[in-house]
């Protein structure tokens, strides 16, 4: 029995570590569809492709094969951006906590202060609090990096939704206090985001439909994404998130998902 707890120590963790990645990533989907991002999408494709909105409806393969490299180069700058945020928060986590137990439910209190942020961007009119910061650049002046620099532009902007799901995914990043981990963490978020960009890209006409129906609930979906980020939360400040975790895996393998949790 004593010979088989090790494993069972080190499948959990693994499961752990596979659900944090999973989570991470539809993060970046929930970032996506929040009201800060998805009624800009079309206006940075145009941006980052060069073509009009009519361009982008009308989907020639020429067309697609642009939208997709400079997407692609746009995320890549985004996901550079997200990662150095993510090594930054592991490193002073490192420094200032030593104990594991502590750091997690000061990352809990901080996840459940970015749900009451996220659920005011909805419910209260303060546009002081809830303004966006960005800058924009001048991208004609960086010649073949302008897409990875407008993506760095983008991930270093603030936006009332976006912020709390990144400091959300940060602090689960900092609570490991591994430097692999975060880069891994930040990697899934990006991609989850930038996937998001991509597939709207591609398929901009086809999807025009559904896009307006997440606009007219992105109310719903902006309130429901600060509950889920509540309920993170407070399993953090109970330090219960390994049992949770444990749990959800079960769940995982009894509706044949074994595979979500055992990747890698």
């Given at each position: 029995?004593?010979?088989l707890?090790p494993?069972?120590?080190g499948?959990?963790s693994d499961?752990?570590?596979?659900l944090y990645?999973?989570?991470a ?6 970032s ?7 009624p800009?999408v079309?206006?940075?494709?145009s941006?980052i ?7 982008l ?5 020429e067309t ?8 692609l180069?746009f ?7 997200f ?5 930054v928060t592991?490193?002073?986590g ?15 209190g ?5 749900a ?30 302008a897409m990875p620099?407008?993506g760095?532009?983008?991930?270093l902007?603030?936006?009332p ?7 959300t995914v ?13 880069t891994v963490?930040?990697t ?13 890209g591609?398929a901009?006409g086809?999807l025009?439909?559904p896009?307006e129906?997440?606009k ?10 600060a509950?889920?980020?509540?309920v993170f ?5 109970a330090n219960q998130l ?10 995982m ?5 074994s ?6």
């Amino acid at each position: 029995m004593g010979s088989l707890a090790p494993a069972l120590i080190g499948a959990t963790s693994d499961a752990t570590r596979n659900l944090y990645v999973l989570t991470a990533f539809g993060g970046g989907i929930i970032s996506f569809l929040s009201p800060c991002v998805l009624p800009i999408v079309p206006g940075y494709l145009s941006l980052i492709s060069g073509l009009t909105i009519g361009e982008l409806t009308e989907g020639r393969t020429e067309t697609l094969r642009r939208v997709a490299v400079n997407t692609l180069l746009f995320v890549a700058g985004f996901t550079f951006v997200f990662v150095i945020l993510g090594l930054v928060t592991t490193g002073i986590g490192k420094t200032i906590f030593e104990n594991q137990a502590t750091l997690t439910r000061v990352c809990g209190g901080l996840v459940l202060l970015m749900a009451a942020y996220l659920a005011g961007s909805q419910l209260l009119t303060t546009p002081r609090l809830y303004q966006e910061f960005r800058f924009h650049p001048h991208l004609e002046r960086f010649g073949p990096v302008a897409m990875p620099v407008a993506g760095a532009a983008f991930g270093l902007g603030w936006t009332p939704c976006i912020g709390p799901v990144l400091g959300t995914v940060l602090n689960f990043a900092a609570q490991g206090q591994d430097l692999a981990r975060s880069t891994v963490l930040l990697t899934a978020y990006s991609l989850g985001l930038g996937a998001s960009f991509l597939v709207v890209g591609l398929a901009f006409g086809r999807l025009a439909t559904p896009l307006e129906w997440v606009k007219r609930h992105s109310r719903a979906i902006t309130l429901a994404s600060a509950a889920l980020l509540a309920v993170f939360g407070v399993i953090l400040l109970a330090n219960q998130l390994p049992q949770v975790t444990a749990r959800v895996s079960d769940a995982m393998r009894s509706l044949g998902l074994s595979r979500l949790v055992s990747l890698g």
